[in-house]
């Protein structure tokens, strides 16, 4: 019902940035939200950033001041703002979606963010 699809990602040096874009494509669904999470080798995926159908944004600890989420609901794409990037920031970026109605969430193929020092 949903197709996420991920752009963006690559190697950048060390307080560099990069901007992820997620569009998503269907045929009739609602966002409650849509967010990034990202997955390390031998790590846990965590959720990075996430923005809600009412604009309300919440982010992990560890990108707080330097990483944005934002939303054009035109073209139901989120995008993720990353500055002042860290060897730590090195993951696969996933994107999420969650539409009124319909579970589970729906999930991007991952884009990879690898940060060199």
């Known amino acids: 019902q949903v197709q996420l699809v991920e752009s963006g990602g690559g190697l950048v040096q060390a307080g560099g940035s990069l901007r992820l874009s997620c569009a998503a494509s269907?045929?009739?669904?609602?966002?409650?939200?849509m967010g990034w999470y990202r997955q390390a080798p031998g790590k846990q995926r965590e959720l990075v950033a996430i923005?809600?159908?009412?604009?309300?944004?919440t982010y992990t600890d560890s990108v707080k001041g330097r990483f944005s989420i934002a939303r054009d609901n035109a073209k139901n794409t989120v995008y993720l703002q990353m500055n002042s990037l860290k060897p730590e920031d090195t993951a696969a970026y996933y994107c999420?979606?969650?539409?009124?109605?319909?579970?589970?969430?729906?999930w991007g193929q991952g884009t990879q963010v690898t940060v060199s020092s």
């Open positions: 999420t979606l969650k539409a009124f109605g319909i579970s589970p969430n729906f």
């Open positions: 269907g045929s009739s669904f609602s966002i409650a939200y």
């Open positions: 923005i809600t159908s009412g604009d309300t944004t």
